[in-house]
T-cell receptor
Framework: GNSVTQMEGPVTLSEEAFLTINCTYT??????LFWYVQYPGEGLQLLLK?????DKGSNKGFEATYRKETTSFHLEKGSVQVSDSAVYFC???????????????FGQGTILTVHP | SAVISQKPSRDICQRGTSLTIQCQVD?????MFWYRQQPGQSLTLIAT?????????ESGFVIDKFPISRPNLTFSTLTVSNMSPEDSSIYLC??????????FGPGTRLLVL
């Protein structure tokens, strides 16, 4: 079945450090890929997305590139801020032709803490 | 993107009781989804709620425990029935078509004592 695997956390960084959170997905079909962020005490917010191979999603300084050859969608940011402290979820949207059509499958989430 | 609200935002309930969670969207949408996020865990899809038809439940979730209503294209409810402490979670609704980005409500934080 469809699955998404994220690097294990928690991740702790100093302000202005470089961030990478790894995400890989199962290669069934041609899924759309997403990163969602959950700030403390809040719901999920869409951070960025990519719908086909080689697409790059970007928002708020975060980037992720849809790599079909490595089935990856790693999240990166060049210089993190304290306000980026949150839980980050990678997700895939099931494509046509399977029982997961239209359904989101989430990774386990990565807790990011950024210190001043 | 759609604006989604949920009620209540949080609740503390006694075991054996039931709670109905409401999800309201500011525009008409075809598909609405209900997710559960257990403490420290990721999100798990409970069911898909389509207007005019029965909800479709994922493996491990049943209608008797989580009855869902979808009376129109802007509203849905999820009931958590006969609650136990294991039902303590955040319950989130989301909206989105089968090829579209899903947007989430703020969640309902439920604690069962």
């Amino acid at each position: 079945g469809n699955s998404v695997t994220q690097m294990e956390g928690p991740v702790t960084l100093s302000e202005e450090a470089f961030l990478t959170i790894n995400c890989t997905y199962t290669a069934t079909g041609y899924p759309s890929l997403f990163w969602y962020v959950q700030y403390p005490g809040e719901g999920l917010q869409l951070l960025l997305k990519a719908t086909k191979a080689d697409d790059k999603g970007s928002n708020k300084g975060f980037e992720a590139t849809y790599r079909k050859e490595t089935t990856s969608f790693h999240l990166e940011k060049g210089s993190v801020q304290v306000s980026d402290s949150a839980v980050y979820f990678c997700a895939r949207l099931g494509g046509a032709g399977g029982t997961s059509y239209g359904k989101l499958t989430f990774g386990q989430g990565t807790i990011l803490t950024v210190h001043p | 993107s759609a604006v989604i609200s949920q009620k209540p935002s949080r609740d503390i309930c006694q075991r054996g009781t039931s709670l109905t969670i409401q999800c309201q969207v500011d525009s008409q949408v075809t598909m609405m989804f209900w997710y559960r996020q257990q403490p420290g865990q990721s999100l798990t899809l409970i069911a898909t709620a389509n207007q005019g038809s029965e909800a479709t439940y994922e493996s491990g979730f049943v209608i008797d425990k989580f009855p869902i209503s979808r009376p129109n294209l802007t509203f849905s409810t999820l009931t958590v029935s006969n609650m136990s402490p294991e039902d303590s979670s955040i319950y989130l609704c989301s909206v989105g078509g089968q090829k579209e980005t899903q947007y989430f409500g703020p969640g309902t934080r439920l604690l069962v004592l």
